[in-house]
């Protein structure tokens, strides 16, 4: 017996008891067994998963909304005074970093948006801001980004640009403006007045 290497094997006979769940079965009829003997605790954690998945995702869609929240302006959609000028800092310094051209900003100002308010009220007084946003917005590069100061109150940021070249677009904007006052037949005028000023890089 102290001779060459032994193995103990254990031998559970086909017939005995139980046989149903040892390795007589093929893989596929083991695994169909195992299923069905336990259909109750598999639908049960399949429910589970679905509940941890909602769950998870519901509280993922928590996280973005707050995040929008906290970056952008919930009216206009454009950027809120806290980070829009974190952007524009930042947009700064790479323009700056990669030899861009200068930025510019453009202060807009609109006219006449508290008497909207007051005489009109201010479902016309938001249809007046984002009516001015629209307008801008659909005027500006995708490089290019709005900030909410307050308000009537907006900047306008155009990033690796002169004040050249900001006018020329506010010169866009100002043509659709007196389009708008022609054709609309609104109850107000879509004034605006704004100020433009390029930023010293470096």
């Known amino acids: 017996l102290d001779e060459g290497n032994w193995v103990l094997v254990s031998h559970i006979s086909p017939k005995g008891k139980n046989t149903d769940l040892i390795v007589s079965r093929s893989i596929p009829d083991t695994m169909t067994f195992v299923v069905k003997k336990n259909v109750p605790m598999l639908l049960l954690a399949i429910m589970m998963a679905i509940a941890i998945s909602f769950a998870i995702r519901e509280k993922q869609h928590q996280r973005e909304k707050m995040k929008y929240y906290s970056e952008f302006d919930v009216m206009t959609g454009v950027y ?3 980070s829009g000028f974190d952007k524009l800092k930042t947009a700064i310094y790479y323009t ?3 030899g861009g051209k200068k930025c510019t900003i453009c202060y ?3 006219n006449g948006l508290k008497d909207v308010n007051d005489t009109l009220g201010h479902a016309s007084g938001d249809e007046l801001i984002l009516t001015v946003i629209n307008v801008v917005r659909a005027n500006i590069r995708g490089s290019d980004f709005i900030i909410r100061l307050g308000g009537d109150e907006f900047i306008i940021a155009f990033i690796n640009a002169n004040a050249q070249n900001a006018e020329m677009v506010w010169g866009r904007i100002a043509e ?9 037949g609104r109850k107000y005028l879509v004034s605006v007045s704004h100020g433009i000023e390029e930023c010293v890089l470096g």
């Open 80 to 82: 809120n005074r806290h």
């Open 96 to 98: 700056s970093e990669t």
């Open 108 to 110: 807009v100002d609109i």
């Open 176 to 184: 659709e403006f007196s389009a708008i006052n022609k054709k609309d």
